[in-house]
């Protein structure tokens, strides 16, 4: 499968099409793998879609003690396997993107899979498929980012360590071509305010929709 999803933060408008979506999905149960999420509700109305970002190097397969999460040939990381399961939330806590939710009703980790069985028939994930703004775009790099004056960007950096990531995120021009949480671009400065605490920082500083590492009823 050659085409990825893109991100781009400056397009979101917050109206949830994603979230509402993402539900329908067929292996998603009725739950929502992607939360739309304010940066700083006391300085700006801007959000962003959250969803996963699959790591060429999943952190969270890699602390999983059951093996219960596997990352496919296209390098989709999947939700957590139902008989492999330990309900140790090991996955929820690593992931620096604070992605991996644990749904105590089904006693499973549960998180975005690119709505592979769509994507992986040529169909766009189901998020993708109703975004109004492009702020979530499924396709080939070739055929997106000409169309783009966003960068994509999927190199991150959580101080020492390099993440690279399957899915894309638009930045704008003038920014570097990876993220550092230690602030060496302005998106980068505003997670790292953050990047010390316990929960990840998607949680405390975008948690609107979702402040939990739980999925809601």
């Known amino acids: 499968m050659q085409e990825t999803m893109f991100v781009d933060p400056q397009r979101c408008i917050g109206c949830r099409s994603c979230v509402a979506a993402c539900r329908e999905c067929s292996t998603h149960k009725g739950y929502s793998m992607i939360f739309v999420d304010f940066f700083d509700r006391g300085e700006t109305t801007a959000t962003m879609p959250t969803i996963c970002m699959h790591c060429a190097e999943p952190t969270c397969a890699q602390v999983c003690p059951a093996d219960a999460i596997k990352q496919n040939e296209d390098g989709v990381v999947m939700t957590a396997l139902k ?32 709505c592979y069985d769509r994507s992986s028939e040529g169909l766009q994930p189901m998020c993708a498929s109703v975004c109004p703004t492009g702020a979530l775009t499924f396709g080939k790099y070739e055929d997106v980012v000409p169309l783009r004056r966003t960068k994509p960007v999927n190199i991150h950096y959580f101080g020492n360590q390099k993440v690279e990531t399957k899915v894309y995120l638009m930045m704008p021009t003038n920014e ?30 975008m948690g609107e929709t979702d402040n939990s590492n739980e999925f809601r009823s």
């Open 83 to 114: 008989p492999r399961c330990l309900d140790c939330r090991n996955c929820v806590n690593a992931c620096p993107f604070g992605v991996p939710k644990y749904n105590s009703a089904m006693h499973l980790q549960m998180k975005c899979d690119m």
């Open 176 to 205: 570097a071509d990876a993220i550092h949480i230690d602030g060496d671009t302005e998106f980068g400065e505003h997670l790292s305010a953050h990047a010390g605490e316990d929960a990840s920082w998607i949680e405390n500083e």
